[in-house]
């Protein structure tokens, strides 16, 4: 009696939805304007902050060599950053409306793959890179503070960068990653249907 109470109950639960090919074309759509903007918006971000860094140290003349070394590591940082990010662009900018479901899902595939380079091996160059860069910019203007502020102000750029690498990183990572799972699966589930069509 029970379980026929149970299957009961299981079989007057509505059915998970499929995705239609609309919802599909529009989600990856979506993703793909995100991703652009995103791409763009940070390189210029990042551009101008290689530009002002530079710009900031011949400006102030600084008297320690370890100021222009970090000035360089920052602006290395960034460099690598920036041109390691620009490969997902022509990927990003391909147009993909006249794609079958394996050139799309082999698309998705390469998008995942870049992404996944440059969230792992590029991103701890930049960080060691940039933490290297800032330490050593920051040692001649703290030199000349008391050591409490000096030690304050290394405390909280150590904590920003912290909070950057083990709260934020993870969580944009996770983010978009599972955008492009949710676009891999849904794409699989279509092929599935179109290649089983009972």
């Known amino acids: ?13 509505p059915s998970p939805i499929q995705p239609t090919l609309a919802t599909f074309l529009s989600r990856a759509r979506q993703f793909k304007r995100q991703q652009t903007t995103q ?4 390189s210029i971000l990042l551009l101008a902050t290689a530009i002002f860094i530079p710009w900031l140290t011949w400006f102030y003349h600084p008297q320690f060599w ?4 970090g000035a360089i590591c920052i602006v290395l940082a960034i460099a690598i950053f920036i041109t390691a990010q620009s490969k997902l662009l022509p990927l990003l900018l391909q147009d993909n409306n006249h794609f079958d479901n394996k050139t799309y ?3 998705l595939q390469k998008i995942a793959h870049q992404k996944n380079r440059l969230q792992h091996q590029v991103i701890s160059w930049y960080f060691v890179l940039l933490s290297i860069g ?19 102000s290394y405390g909280l750029t150590t904590l920003w960068i912290t909070f950057n ?15 492009l799972q949710i676009l891999q699966t849904q794409l699989q589930t279509l092929q599935t249907q179109w290649d089983d069509p009972t």
């Open 39 to 42: 791409l763009v918006t940070s």
């Open 134 to 152: 800032i330490a050593l910019y920051l040692y001649e203007y703290t030199s000349k503070m008391p050591p409490v502020w000096a030690w304050i």
């Open 105 to 107: 899902l082999i698309w």
């Open 165 to 179: 690498w083990w709260y934020l990183r993870p969580r944009i990572i996770q983010k978009q990653q599972m955008a």
């Open 66 to 69: 370890t100021t222009r070394i």
């Open 1 to 13: 009696m029970n379980n026929d109470l149970n299957l009961k109950k299981l079989w007057q639960q």
